[in-house]
């Protein structure tokens, strides 16, 4: 009886052993040279809740903030199960970003996109991808494509808010974006189908970054499940298309003309996967950074004025009053797109530059390892010797400036290098428009409105506008 109980406490003892090497092991994970300073946290958990924890959306987390007090501007940590480097040096985000293309997300992510997903595509494969996405988004193709469907479509819904008296913001950018991409990019659709397609792509859950376990009840789970219905959606729509003879949007037609030329880079399947993936990651970003911006301009009654007074000019300026809006007319937005920019700027307080290096990559006294994701934050935006009290939104610091430019080396709020967001026209057009639509009636968003994040940009009492009785603007 002795030698059974001795021989429980052996193994006992070896299981805790086992247990405390694996926990060492995790909270020093092995590199050929000195690591970044920094902790690993819980086992498997690291430090995403406090990651994750909601705030205010025009300010860095207290999560980043304390651990550059701590460690400095480069420190690793663990997130959603896996190994990271965080950094808040703009020099070394803007080198990664250039010299890697490897994408760096969570397994949550990377399963939510499948397995011919975009974010792990080969150099050539990315390259040919994002040269069709450029034709239909580029600004030639939203000159020649998009921007009227954007502007009627804008109208309609403002129309429709002000009888209603109110306006979601997000809800209304979210039907806007969809309702013009799918008829780019799918062509004309059954009432019911396309009805259904708008239903799956606004209900798609939000949070994409989750612990990575496909176990039924939890995110990834139920994400995967929606991926499933929309991809099978859109299979139907174009296996029937294909079948019948029916006309295509721009998108598929500028694949198809490959294949009939006997270039065919991306099969169906493929060309199936990306337009998932290109209308989830645009429903997902471009209608949340236009609510924000609406609630930033509603708490400046001078932005408002001055941008009234711009889109009252534009709308004088035509022949007839109701004509849409022409490519000539964007581009003199010119306070806009300063308000634009200084929307970005200030509400891109989450990383920008993701990136899983290939290879071991020195910083100074430290390496960063090859494998281990890359997070830079946009810390430059709010540098004091970069942009005059850097906290405050105001549109006039833009003035004078290149508003066109995407990026620089102080402002990169669509990344940077071969990875820069390829939609980046798209969001600033639609934007523009939006708020040229809002513009022409008097409004407000109420006090209460809040906007944080928890990485998304979220909107805790909802991202409504109040139409005024009076409602056009003279």
């Keep these: 009886m002795l030698n059974v109980y001795e021989l429980w406490i052996v193994i006992v003892s070896l299981l805790v052993l086992k247990l405390c090497h694996w926990i060492y092991q995790w909270r020093n994970p092995k590199c050929n040279e000195k690591l970044p300073p920094g902790s690993m946290g819980f086992p498997i958990i690291g430090e995403t809740f406090e990651f994750m924890k909601p705030h205010d959306a025009l300010q860095f987390p207290s999560f980043v903030r304390k651990r550059i007090i701590r460690h400095g501007l480069v420190f690793r940590t663990n997130l959603f199960g896996g190994k990271v480097i965080i950094s808040m040096d703009n020099e070394l985000n803007m080198e990664i970003a250039k010299t890697n293309r490897t994408i760096g997300v969570p397994k949550s992510i990377t399963r939510l996109f499948g397995n011919n997903k975009l974010f792990v595509q080969s150099i050539e494969s990315h390259k040919h991808v994002r040269s069709l996405t450029f034709q239909l988004l580029g600004p030639q193709g939203l000159k020649l494509r998009v921007i009227e469907d954007i502007d009627l479509l804008a109208r309609k819904h403002m129309e429709e808010g002000a009888r209603n008296g109110f306006l979601d913001v997000k809800e209304a950018a979210s039907k806007i974006l969809i309702e013009c991409l799918a008829k780019k990019v799918m062509g004309d659709m059954e009432p019911e189908t396309a009805k259904e397609l708008a239903i799956c792509w606004r209900k798609f859950p939000s949070g994409w970054f989750r612990f990575p376990f496909k176990i039924p009840g939890m995110g990834v789970y139920d994400m995967m499940k929606a991926r499933k219905r929309m991809m099978n959606l859109l299979k139907e729509v174009v296996l029937k298309k294909r079948a019948s003879g029916e006309e295509f949007g721009e998108f598929f037609k500028i694949i198809f003309g490959e294949n009939e030329r006997g270039k065919e880079k991306m099969s169906v399947e493929n060309a199936i996967n990306y337009i998932y ?19 930033l301009i509603s708490e400046k009654p001078r932005v408002m004025q001055e941008l009234q007074r711009e889109h009252a000019r534009i709308v004088g300026d035509r022949s007839e009053k109701d004509a849409a809006l022409t490519w000539e007319d964007y581009k003199s937005m010119t306070f806009t797109h300063m308000v634009i920019n200084e929307s970005l700027r200030i ?35 709010f540098n004091p010797e970069k942009y005059e009290d850097p906290f405050v939104f105001n549109p006039w610091r833009w003035k004078g400036k290149d508003l066109s ?8 709020p669509f990344g940077a290098g071969p990875r820069l967001c390829v939609g980046a026209y798209f969001a600033k057009l639609l934007t523009a428009i939006f708020i040229h639509n809002l513009c022409r009636y008097r409004w407000s968003m109420k006090v209460e409105t809040t906007v944080t994040q928890s990485y998304m940009l979220m909107f805790p009492q909802g991202c409504e506008v109040q139409f005024s009785e009076d409602t056009k603007v003279d």
Excluded: C
């Design 277 to 295: 993936t290109f209308f989830l990651i645009a429903n997902e970003t471009t209608p949340r950074i236009l609510a924000a911006t609406v609630k």
């Design 347 to 381: 509400t891109t307080t989450v990383p920008v530059v993701l990136r899983k290096p290939d290879h071991d990559i020195q910083v100074g006294d430290y390496t960063i390892p090859a494998g281990w994701t890359f997070m830079g934050y946009p810390n430059v935006h």
């Design 405 to 412: 430019a995407l990026v620089s080396k102080n402002y990169v």
